[in-house]
């Protein structure tokens, strides 16, 4: 089945504490970009990348990192989250030339 | 700095009435233009883009949008709404030229039987 998954999907954590949120698709897909999605604000890209070892900031990359060694991994990392970074984060990946991206589930972060 | 407005939180509609969700956008060149529902705790799915060509879009489940490089928007509608379709609606803009997507703030749409 073609899909895009995270991992996790729910995580709590305190505030200082390095965490990875995983990446992964199946599609074979070049583009891929992470998102945070806050009330009111809809969505605001973090980084995305147009293929392996090529990323780039979004609106809103402060506070994040993300590397893209594997075309089908883009993997999520906050090397010193803070309580603003409190969101629901989401995956996309596409083919470059179709523009449209595939979602992941998501993952809802607590930074205590 | 490219943006896409969506003006109304929410939108409620009666069963089988035409739904329309009213999206705006500002973007240098050309823009690539798209609609996205996201239902309960599921993530985004992708409805209907613009690129080029027909001015009006016909996407899944019966969705369409219409193009207006005049007034800069990029409407979504529905003929006839069904409950199911009650989601959270976002419209999304990037140039032709550049990789960055903006999304609006999100619709949300009750369709009450």
């Known amino acids: 089945e073609a899909q895009v998954t995270q991992n996790p999907r729910y995580l709590i954590t305190v505030t200082g504490k390095k965490l990875t949120v995983t990446c992964s698709q199946n599609m074979n897909h070049e583009y891929m970009s992470w998102y945070r999605q806050d009330p009111g604000l809809g969505l605001r890209q973090i980084y995305y990348?147009?293929?392996?070892?090529?990323?780039d900031k979004g609106d809103v990359p402060e506070g994040y990192k993300v590397s893209r060694k594997e075309k089908r991994n883009f993997p999520l990392i906050l090397e010193s989250p803070s309580p603003n970074q409190t969101s629901l984060y989401f995956c996309a990946s596409g083919y470059v030339r179709n523009y449209e991206q595939y979602f992941g589930p998501g993952t809802r972060l607590t930074v205590t | 700095a490219q943006s896409v407005a969506q003006p109304e939180d929410q939108v409620n509609v009666a069963e089988g009435n035409p739904l329309t969700v009213k999206c705006t956008y500002s973007v240098s060149g050309n823009p690539y233009l798209f609609w996205y529902v996201q239902y309960p705790n599921r993530g985004l799915q992708f409805l209907l883009k613009?690129?080029?060509?027909?001015?009006l879009v016909k996407g899944s489940y019966g969705f369409e949008a219409e193009f207006n490089k005049s007034q800069t928007s990029f409407h979504l509608k529905k003929p006839s709404a069904l409950v199911s379709d009650s989601a959270l609606y976002f419209c999304a803009a990037r140039r032709a030229a550049g990789n960055k997507l903006t999304f609006g703030g999100g619709t949300r749409v009750l369709v009450k039987p």
């Open positions: 613009y690129i080029t060509g027909d001015n």
């Open positions: 990348s147009m293929n392996v070892e090529v990323t």
